[in-house]
């Protein structure tokens, strides 16, 4: 068996050693300069020697150094053009993404044209649900709840901003409709319902009315159906509901609109991080979600 070190920390010398610069290294590895440093650290302590030394005109290689790195660019060229000799040609990268239905639906697919036109090698393919026959295969999971994931690279996409709507049907001479007279809407999630009224009803200081009369549904699209067609008030994250609000088929009930507690998570497993194709889309959903 070759006892070699990490291909990683053979990859880190080699960008370190072109760029001359831990923190440029960094930058096209999309890593910290931090952890360059570290592989770096780990390199010299397996080869027992130092590669680069600071010098006031920057970073220099060492003459071990020197030595190491012509021999290490032709090592990736060979095999990058060893794998290119096997590659399929125009093979598409799929990207398998888990996303709750509603999302998907009416944030996720308003989006994907830009991300498909940008990155046309990646093909996508985003279901509602994973079972355990494919749960590996998964590469992003988006995650409807309240807080991060410890059992992987977790990061908070955007919190919800919750606004009480109705149907402009039910409005009487510009009147909201009263809260007392009508159905509430309300989600269930995991089986129980989502405290969105109470938090909304909170934060307007109203307390006479029952929160826990009304509707439920299983999916957030039926509580925004049912609202469109006038079968009750809901209150609704309003990243859901732009072109509603644009185009005025629901209207909303106060200005008044509640952040959190709920948000959408990405998370994604620690052995898929490091792929190509899982940063790419997370640096866009990153850039999209926050403009």
Same mark, same amino acid.
């Given at each position: 068996?070759?006892?070699?070190?990490?291909?990683?920390?053979?990859?880190?010398?080699?960008?370190?050693?072109?760029?001359? $610069?831990?923190?440029? =290294?960094?930058?096209?590895?999309?890593?910290?300069?931090?952890?360059?440093?570290?592989?770096?650290?780990?390199?010299?302590?397996?080869? !027992?020697?130092?590669?680069?030394?600071?010098?006031?005109?920057?970073? $220099? &290689?060492?003459?071990?150094?020197?030595?190491?790195?012509?021999?290490?660019?032709?090592?990736?060229?060979?095999?990058?053009?060893?794998?290119? =000799? +096997?590659?399929?040609?125009?093979?598409?990268?799929?990207?398998?993404?888990?996303?709750?239905?509603?999302?998907?639906?009416?944030?996720?697919?308003?989006?994907?044209? =830009?991300?498909?036109?940008?990155?046309?090698?990646?093909? &996508?393919? /985003?279901?509602?649900?994973?079972?355990?026959?494919?749960?590996?295969?998964? *590469?992003?999971?988006?995650?409807?709840?309240?807080?991060?994931?410890?059992?992987?690279?977790?990061?908070?996409?955007?919190?919800?901003?919750?606004?009480? +709507? =109705?149907?402009?049907?039910? #409005?009487?001479?510009?009147?909201?409709?009263?809260?007392?007279?009508?159905?509430?809407?309300?989600?269930?999630?995991? !089986?129980?319902?989502?405290?969105?009224?109470?938090?909304?009803?909170?934060?307007? !200081?109203?307390?006479?009315?029952?929160?826990?009369?009304?509707?439920?549904?299983?999916?957030?699209?039926? /509580?925004?159906?049912?609202?469109?067609?006038?079968?009750?008030?809901?209150?609704? *994250?309003?990243?859901?509901?732009?072109?509603?609000?644009?185009?005025?088929?629901?209207?909303?009930?106060?200005?008044?609109? +509640?952040?959190?507690?709920?948000?959408?998570?990405?998370?994604?497993?620690? *052995?898929?991080? !490091?792929? $190509?194709?899982?940063?790419? #889309?997370?640096?866009?959903?990153?850039?999209?979600?926050?403009?």
């Amino acid at each position: 068996m070759r006892q070699l070190p990490s291909l990683n920390m053979l990859r880190v010398f080699e960008e370190v050693a072109r760029h001359r $610069s831990f923190s440029q =290294a960094a930058l096209g590895m999309n890593v910290t300069q931090g952890a360059v440093s570290r592989q770096i650290k780990q390199l010299e302590d397996y080869l !027992g020697v130092t590669l680069f030394i600071r010098t006031p005109q920057g970073l $220099s &290689l060492t003459e071990a150094g020197t030595a190491l790195s012509p021999h290490l660019s032709d090592a990736f060229d060979h095999i990058e053009r060893a794998l290119q =000799a +096997v590659r399929v040609p125009n093979l598409r990268q799929r990207l398998r993404i888990v996303a709750p239905p509603t999302w998907a639906t009416r944030w996720l697919s308003a989006h994907l044209r =830009a991300f498909c036109q940008r990155y046309p090698d990646i093909s &996508l393919s /985003v279901t509602n649900q994973a079972s355990h026959d494919n749960l590996a295969e998964i *590469d992003c999971h988006i995650r409807f709840g309240l807080e991060a994931d410890s059992h992987c690279h977790s990061q908070l996409l955007v919190m919800e901003r919750h606004i009480a +709507v =109705a149907s402009p049907e039910l #409005f009487t001479a510009g009147q909201p409709p009263d809260l007392q007279r009508l159905p509430l809407l309300h989600i269930l999630h995991n !089986g129980k319902r989502l405290k969105v009224w109470e938090n909304w009803l909170a934060a307007m !200081g109203r307390d006479d009315v029952d929160a826990g009369q009304g509707l439920e549904f299983s999916t957030l699209d039926q /509580v925004i159906h049912t609202a469109l067609a006038g079968g009750g008030l809901a209150v609704i *994250d309003r990243q859901m509901i732009e072109k509603e609000l644009a185009n005025g088929s629901l209207l909303p009930i106060t200005p008044v609109e +509640v952040i959190g507690p709920y948000g959408y998570w990405l998370d994604v497993a620690n *052995d898929k991080w !490091g792929l $190509s194709k899982v940063r790419l #889309f997370t640096e866009w959903l990153e850039r999209v979600s926050n403009p």
